[in-house]
């Protein structure tokens, strides 16, 4: 019974989707290194924090979902939700409470990070991460629903993150923390997208009219191109930015995906093996750039 109601919460949490707050942790953590020590105490309280607010956000979604992830015929891990309502897994009441332990615990690690020398700043990031992470599945915004899902997503999950970090670990902003923080928000706001294409009719018949609902799968497809460019571009000036000139090739990683997707734009990536396919690369690609962007602040940054 134990391991089984275990398994269950490791499932609503979706733990294999923190590392896309855990990364912009790291990566802050590095800008943050770069500018004077950084303690490490501080740093577990930074990721305590985001675990918690990530976690709650994930919670949230499942509870404001089920409607669509009932009607999804598509599910797989990385889309249709945790599931654990649509299976009776953990219930509604049990999820809310869940969420209500969550926000508070992250919003104590973060009153702690700004009284002790973080300062307003990381009040304000997070206030807007929390925001987000909520207002992203629940109503009355649901911005989800509104076709600015992804827009919210990476920015919460690339400028408010990194900026927040550095915020609260060198108790300043620091202007290499937004640049990097760029490529990093914008593949994650792909992920989004791209995770969002099995879902199309099922958040179509919920009334939930996502991007890629509004769009259609070929504009959507082409949008995530769009989104890769803008990326390796991004990409590039962050390394030019850092004095590593010499890292700039790195930035062409996202364009072979790119031009993967471009031929898959007609097709629209309906079968499920194909899709999977493109949203596996399209995770690792954000985790390699975000590995790529901390091997250089600690190698070929000035």
Not at 78 to 89: E, Q, Y
Not at 168 to 191: D, E, H, K, Q, T
Not at 200 to 225: H, P, W, Y
Not at 231 to 240: I, P, W
Request: hydrophobic share 55%; with cysteine; charged share 15%.
């Amino acid at each position: 019974m134990f391991w089984r109601r275990f398994k269950g919460w490791i499932q609503a949490l979706r733990v294999h989707f923190l590392s896309a707050s855990m990364l912009p942790v790291l990566l802050g953590s590095f800008v943050a290194r770069k500018a004077g020590p950084v303690n490490g105490w501080r740093l577990l309280l930074v990721l305590a924090g985001v675990f918690f607010y990530h976690s709650g956000a994930n919670l949230i979604n499942d509870l404001y979902d089920e409607e669509a992830d009932r009607l999804n015929r598509q599910p797989s891990l990385f889309n249709g939700g945790s599931r654990v309502l649509v299976n009776k897994i953990i219930t509604a009441a049990q999820l809310k409470k869940a969420v209500a332990l969550c926000y508070t615990l992250g919003s104590v690690c973060a009153f702690v990070l700004a009284l002790t020398g973080g300062g307003v700043g990381v009040l304000l990031f997070a206030l807007a991460g929390l925001g987000c992470g909520y207002f992203y599945s629940a109503p009355p915004v649901r911005l989800a629903a509104t076709g600015l899902g992804e827009l919210c997503v990476g920015l919460a999950f690339g400028p408010f993150l990194v900026l927040g970090t550095t915020a609260a670990l060198a108790g300043r902003f620091l202007p290499n923390a937004l640049l990097v923080s760029l490529p990093v928000g914008v593949l994650i706001a792909a992920v989004v997208l791209i995770n969002e294409l099995p879902d199309l009719e099922s958040d179509r018949q919920a009334g939930k009219r996502t991007l890629a609902v509004r769009l259609g799968r070929a504009q959507s497809i082409r949008l995530l191109v769009v989104l890769l460019v803008i990326a390796s571009s991004l990409l590039y000036l962050s390394f030019l930015r850092l004095g590593a000139r010499r890292y700039g090739a790195g930035s062409i990683l996202t364009l072979p995906l790119g031009f993967w997707l471009w031929s898959q734009r007609h097709g629209g990536l309906k079968e499920a093996p194909r899709f999977m396919l493109a949203s596996t690369a399209m995770i690792l690609l954000h985790t390699a750039c975000g590995l790529m962007l901390i091997f250089t602040l600690v190698k070929g940054g000035n």
